[in-house]
């Protein structure tokens, strides 16, 4: 991830203007696109779930929080399709676009210190069985995964008292190598997304 990569920039009804580098990106607030998927497993005990990435420490939105399953940036020149190699960089799946199922695009737009992101989400959907353990996640990008039940992830959305336990796969960097754990997941720990956001992810899960 270098701040020197070109980005496609558009005004606020996604027209394309111009071209710029993430750093000027984050700093001037210009739009962007995005690609995000979420890997759906209906195998899990207790009903269908949802592949939740954390996010590495060294992230320079939302460090060591609970976010989509996979997510980047589309680069200068690419399309929407192109952004299927993120599933190959981030978790290890090399998947056609043709599998993915399209929710829709929201716009976002976050004011943080030293960034402002505003970003067209391209939304997917992604129907995979793997345990935990066989995804080969981005180390650099990603520390670990878990699997949360669709419905407590409603919750967890709609009340900021509920919370729940998972088992999480994290990746040790002081021992190299990948530990099982239990995390709490909650409102708290989880990269906010616009109500808009969800409805189109949800309402898209059938």
Same mark, same amino acid.
């Given at each position: ?10 005004? #606020? ?7 710029? !580098? ?8 210009? %739009? ?5 998927? %979420? ?12 592949? &939740?990435?954390?996010?590495?420490? =060294?992230? =320079? ?9 996979? /997510?980047?940036?589309?680069? /200068?020149? *690419?399309? @929407? ?7 190959? #960089? #981030? ?6 676009? #043709? ?9 976002? +737009? ?5 960034? @402002?992101?505003? +970003? ?6 992604? *129907?995979? !069985? ?9 180390? !650099? ?23 729940? +336990?998972?088992? @999480? ?11 099982? /754990? ?17 409805? &189109? &992810?949800?309402?898209? @899960?059938?």
């Amino acid at each position: 991830m270098s701040p020197f990569e070109m980005f496609d920039v558009f005004d #606020e009804n996604m027209k394309k203007i111009g071209e710029a !580098s993430r750093r000027q990106v984050h700093k001037e607030g210009l %739009w962007h696109q995005t690609f995000h998927c %979420w890997v759906l497993n209906r195998e899990t005990p207790g009903g269908p779930s949802l592949l &939740l990435q954390l996010r590495h420490k =060294d992230k =320079d939105t939302f460090p060591n929080m609970f976010d989509v399953s996979c /997510a980047g940036h589309l680069l /200068a020149g *690419e399309t @929407i399709e192109d952004g299927v190699r993120e599933l190959e #960089e #981030e978790l290890g799946l090399l998947v056609p676009f #043709e599998r993915l199922t399209f929710c829709g695009t929201v716009s976002q +737009e976050y004011v943080m210190p030293n960034v @402002i992101d505003r +970003e067209f989400n391209h939304i997917f959907t992604y *129907e995979c !069985s793997l345990p935990i353990e066989a995804f080969h996640f981005q180390r !650099s990008e990603i520390s670990g995964l878990c699997y949360v039940n669709i419905n407590d992830v409603k919750e967890i959305l709609n009340d900021e008292n509920y919370s729940v +336990e998972t088992q @999480i796969y994290l990746f040790n960097e002081e021992k190299n190598k990948l530990e099982a /754990a239990l995390r709490t997941v909650n409102q708290l720990n989880i990269t906010p997304q616009s109500e808009e956001y969800y409805n &189109l &992810l949800f309402n898209n @899960i059938k």
